[in-house]
């Protein structure tokens, strides 16, 4: 189970320091800046090979009406089906541990951070919400539009019940 730590760290890097519109058009510039190769891009999202050092190199971009809402990429490679979480989970948390040291030390103390089986740790920067994702079969990381984020983020409206 490898975690590209350096590759991801450049990402996130690279991300901070990208000048977002979050509109379609930043995709292939910034697939450029990053070595990226962008496969296929249609109405929904973009498919996106990476060139990081994991057994997926793959990242989907998700949005709508030429706008970007997010970005997510494998950072480790993805455990399979026959090998068992006994083995997968510690190498997962191990990586997940390492990648929040590098991203800290790059980005600062982190904006929320939500312990437990599926981790996530998210840094709110001023272009980018830059969010680490630890899953039961890889370790994501994504980068989201802080518009798209703060849409996620409000709260649901509370309906009173009609009795």
């Given at each position: 189970?490898h ?10 890097r690279?991300?901070a320091e ?30 996106i ?12 971009m ?10 997510s990429i494998?950072v ?17 948390v191990e ?6 040291v590098?991203?800290?030390?790059l980005l ?24 680490l ?15 798209y ?8 409206p509370?309906y009173?019940?009609?009795?």
């Open positions: 189970m975690v590209d730590i350096e590759g991801a760290t450049r990402i996130a690279l991300a990208f000048d977002w519109t979050w509109a379609v058009d930043d995709l292939e510039p910034f697939c450029a800046q990053a070595g990226w190769e962008l496969v296929e891009l249609d109405q929904t999202g973009a498919s090979r990476t060139g990081l050092r994991v057994g997926r190199p793959e990242s989907i998700f949005g709508r009406q030429h706008r970007m809402d997010w970005i494998f480790s490679d993805v455990a399979d089906d026959a090998t068992p979480m006994t083995v997968v989970r510690p190498l997962l990586g997940f541990t390492n990648l929040d590098a991203f800290t030390a600062g103390t982190a904006t929320s951070a939500e312990p437990g089986p599926e981790a996530t740790i998210r840094w709110d920067l001023p272009k980018a919400v830059i969010t994702n630890l899953g039961f079969s890889a370790i994501h990381l994504h980068l989201t539009s802080p518009g984020q703060a849409w996620v983020d409000e709260p649901e509370e009173e019940d009609e009795d």
